[in-house]
């Protein structure tokens, strides 16, 4: 009989490396090549089929007489799949409960090295590639949470493992990819929401605390500075954290910057990319080199592996670090311009749609709309 095992299981096992299996996505081709675990090879199976010839010669193929691991989009294929191959005498075969549905929910925690007087973890999003933030005050007890995702309870969790409570709820951005978190914890806590002050523009239908450009909060003696920072959109801000660590969004990534057309359209993505350039050059490449640059998001291939780093560790650089990685921070602003709105990458899924959610011109029905929703990699660098 075939086994069940969790997203988490099929992540510890990726992870360590030291075992010899084979990952059967039974997906449609489509939606394995734009988004898959690592090291999954593509079978295609529906719900009704059978184990045919040719398939179990592919699989042979595939597997070389290894452990079988089978995943689908929610397990109904999969499991089918897993079915088949245990009544063909297949003896070690394990299906992937919730499937990529919830490979898509599944955090790694990161603790970021700072000062003693400063906590900071970051939270990776590993199917997607979203990245958030704890700060806390370890003397004060005091924490603020930064770009949450939908899934809140983990930072709740997280603030009390380190005796702190959660005063501030701030995102950086109205996100275009994932469904924010920040209201919603915000409210459960009954603490302040933040957004940047130009978020007034974006016609949102809830209430919030605007940080103009370098207002500050504090938690305990931690300082959290905002900095405007627009260009991926209007009203993007930054935030600092003392002297330790910028919290860049999808404004400046260890890899690369934020795309601009997502709130301005492709007809006005040049005004979007003034805007990054300006917020480029003349905010965050003039801030302390030493600065630890923590971005949004990571980038994850459509193999499902971090384009920079592992999962677990840091997602981060040192500002002066990014620079001199970047040859997008070297063109001039004629230059630049031109390269944004020339090489426009593919929208993330259903973005308009999360937009909406994220302004609060709608509201998902269920968990499982959202889910449906947040389906992929974010695709928010340019």
Known sequence: MFEQITARELANELDADDDEYAIVDTRPADSYESWHVPE?????????????????????DLVDGNPIVTICGKGATSTTLAGELDANGYDDVAVVKGGMRDWNSLYERARVDTDDDVGLTQFQRRGKGCLSYLVWSPDAGE?????????????????????????????????????????????????????????????????????????????????????????????????????E????????????????ELEFGEDQADEGAEMEYETLHETLTELPDDLTVLPGHVTVTNDGRFENGSPGRPVAASLEEVERRLDLLELGRDEFVERMVENVPEKPDNYETVIDVNTGR?????SRQATKLETGANNCSA
């Open 143 to 243: 924490a603020a949470v930064v770009d949450p995702t939908r899934h809140i309870d983990q930072y709740v969790v997280a603030a009390a493992e380190h005796d702190a409570e959660i005063t501030h709820v701030l995102d950086t951005h109205v996100h275009a990819d994932h469904v924010s978190g920040g209201r919603e914890l915000a409210e459960r806590l009954d603490v302040p929401y933040h957004l940047g002050a130009r978020a007034e523009e974006r016609d949102l239908e809830y209430e919030y605390e605007p940080l103009e450009d370098g207002d500050s909060i504090h938690v305990g003696d931690v300082e959290i500075t905002a900095l405007a920072a627009p260009g991926h959109t209007t009203e993007m801000v930054n935030y600092r954290v003392d002297d």
């Open 40 to 60: 999954a090879e593509n079978v295609p199976f529906g719900p009704a089929e059978t184990l045919g010839d040719e398939q179990e010669a592919e699989i042979d």
């Open 245 to 260: 660590a910028i919290l860049t969004g999808d404004a400046l990534f260890v890899d690369s910057v934020g795309r601009t």
């Open 362 to 366: 709608e509201r998902p029905d269920s």
